[in-house]
Each structure stands twice: as C-alpha cells, then as structure tokens.
C-alpha cells in the first residue's frame, strides 16, 4: 500500500544552519505531497504542498520539490530559527479520485538552538 | 471561524469505560476525518464524512470504535469499553473540494 518514510529524529542544528528533512514516498498513481508542522502544543499545519511532478512547494522559507524520479519529497531551508523548533510530519495523498484522505510518515522532531 | 474544534482536549478514563469525542469543523467544509496518533508516530488514518455519509472506515477502526456526523456538521468519535491500547491523541479534520485538510489540536485520551 502507499507509504511514507521520513528521517528519523531529533535533528539538533544551530540557529542559521542550513535544514533538510529527508522524505520517500510508495504510492501508485499520481499523488500530492504536503509537509506538515506540529509546534509544541498545537495542531497540525500545513507548510506547503506539491501536486505533481517538479512542482516546488515553498512556505515561511521552507522548500520542497516533487521529485517523481526519486519519489522523493525532501524538506529544505536555507537558514533555522529558534521558533522553527517543531515536529515535521510528510504526508501523500493518494491519487484515489475522490477525497484527501492524508497517509504521513513518523514525523521528524527539529530543535534548533540559539 | 476560528477553525476546527475538538472537545475535550483531554480526557483520562478508567479502562471498560466509554469516551465520546465531540468535533466541529470549519463551518463550509463538507469533508470530516478522524486521525489516531501515537507517541513518536504520525497520525492514523480512522475514518471520513463526506456530508453526513461515511464513506470509509480504517481497518484500524474496531467494532468498539463508532463515528456519527449527523446532519453533516459536527462529528463526534465514541469508544466503547475502553482499553490501554486506545491511548493516544484523536486529531479532526475538515476540508472541501479541492482544498488541504485542516486539523484541531485534538483529544488526548488517557486510559487507566
């Protein structure tokens, strides 16, 4: 069945490394592909999405691109900051022609420090 | 709107209990999902509305579990007789056509 597979966390960096977040995905079809962020104590948001190949989702200096070659769907930003201290979650959604019905992958805890 | 709505945000039961989560979600959405999500884990697809129908169901949805979305707005997640094995934090959704879901800070269940 279609899946997620992410890196596995903590990623501890400095404030103003550069970040990236590993992300795969199986699935058949032709699905989107989202990255999801879960500060402490709130809810899950989206940070941006892709739905087709090459298309590059951006959001608050984050990137990813749809790679179909790779299936792959990695996570970058040029510069952290303290408050991008997060859980990242990578998700798909199937191409089942109806409804987004979200499959996420294990979620990646960042801590950024001063 | 203030968004999606989840109650309680938590709740402790004694295990053989039955819990009942109540959602609202952002008001013109006709679409409604129910998350699981465990410690370390991302969420688990339970199960989805559209309008009042449900029209999927996870396996991982016992016959203990039970969703209702009368009248298409508000959902509520009831689990009957509760076990260890159901604490985690229930996530709501909501979306429409052609839009990302959009999920409430969710229910943490912790069971006794």
């Known amino acids: 069945g279609d899946s997620v597979t992410q890196m596995e966390g903590p990623v501890t960096l400095s404030e103003e490394a550069f970040l990236t977040i590993n992300c795969t995905y199986t699935?058949?079809?032709?699905?989107?592909l989202f990255w999801y962020v879960q500060y402490p104590g709130e809810g899950l948001q989206l940070l941006l999405k892709?739905?087709?190949?090459?298309d590059k989702g951006s959001n608050k200096g984050f990137e990813a691109t749809y790679r179909k070659e790779t299936t792959s769907f990695h996570l970058e930003k040029g510069s952290v900051q303290v408050s991008d201290s997060a859980v990242y979650f990578c998700?798909?959604?199937?191409?089942?022609?109806?409804?987004?019905?979200?499959?996420f992958g294990a979620g990646t805890r960042l801590a950024v420090h001063p | 709107d203030t968004g999606v709505s989840q109650d309680p945000r938590h709740k402790i039961t004694k295990r053989g209990q039955n819990v009942t989560f109540r959602c609202d979600p952002i008001?013109?959405?006709?679409?409604l999902y129910w998350y699981r999500q465990t410690l370390g884990q991302g969420p688990e697809f339970l199960t989805y509305?559209?309008?009042?129908?449900?029209?999927?169901k996870s396996r991982l949805l016992s016959d203990r579990f039970s969703a209702e979305r009368p009248k298409g707005s508000f959902s509520t997640l009831e689990i009957q007789r509760t076990e260890q094995g159901d604490s985690a934090m229930y996530l709501c959704?909501?979306?429409?056509?052609?839009?990302?879901?959009?999920f409430g800070q969710g229910t943490r269940l912790t069971v006794v």
């Open positions: 959704a909501s979306g429409a056509t052609n839009t990302e879901a959009f």
């Open positions: 509305f559209q309008n009042e129908a449900q029209l999927e």
């Open positions: 699935a058949t079809g032709y699905p989107s």
């Open positions: 998700a798909l959604t199937p191409f089942s022609g109806g409804y987004n019905k979200l499959i």
């Open positions: 892709a739905t087709k190949a090459d």
């Open positions: 008001s013109e959405h006709n679409r």
